[in-house]
């Protein structure tokens, strides 16, 4: 079964960072590109970050750059998304989702481009 897992997520004052995780368990992550996505309460879901599958191609959305960092590391078959300066419009729902492919050059923000997807996990900026 090809599961993602998100971890990470909490409470954090304005200001500070996080660093969330998504691991995969039942494939391995080296096919795929990776893709960040957020979802707060009556908004639609946007991307945030997402990363080739080799690692050498990044793409941020204009909210987040700047202070999101999305990496990947092969051996530990996770991705990760450094938060940092958050601020409160940064409060959502965060999961990681992958799509298998061959293309290096760059990857997608578009949430309907990708097939798999973890469960998501809360970020929450407040004082």
């Known amino acids: 079964q090809l599961q993602l897992v998100e971890s990470g997520g909490g409470l954090v004052q304005p200001g500070g960072s996080l660093r969330l995780s998504c691991a995969a368990s039942?494939?391995?992550?080296?096919?795929?590109?990776i893709g960040w996505f957020r979802q707060a309460p009556g908004k639609e879901r946007e991307g945030v970050s997402c990363?080739?599958?080799?690692?050498?191609?990044?793409n941020d959305a204009s909210s987040v750059q700047g202070r999101f960092i999305i990496s990947r590391d092969k051996i530990k078959n996770t991705v990760y998304l450094q938060l940092n300066s958050l601020k409160p419009e940064d409060t959502a729902v965060y999961s990681c989702?992958?799509?298998?492919?061959?293309?290096?050059?760059?990857?997608?923000?578009?949430?309907?481009?990708?097939?798999?997807w973890g469960q998501g996990t809360q970020v929450t900026v407040s004082t």
């Open positions: 989702a992958a799509v298998v492919t061959a293309y290096i050059q760059g990857c997608s923000l578009y949430w309907r481009d990708y097939n798999i």
């Open positions: 990363i080739t599958r080799n690692g050498n191609s990044r």
């Open positions: 039942g494939f391995t992550l080296d096919s795929y590109s």
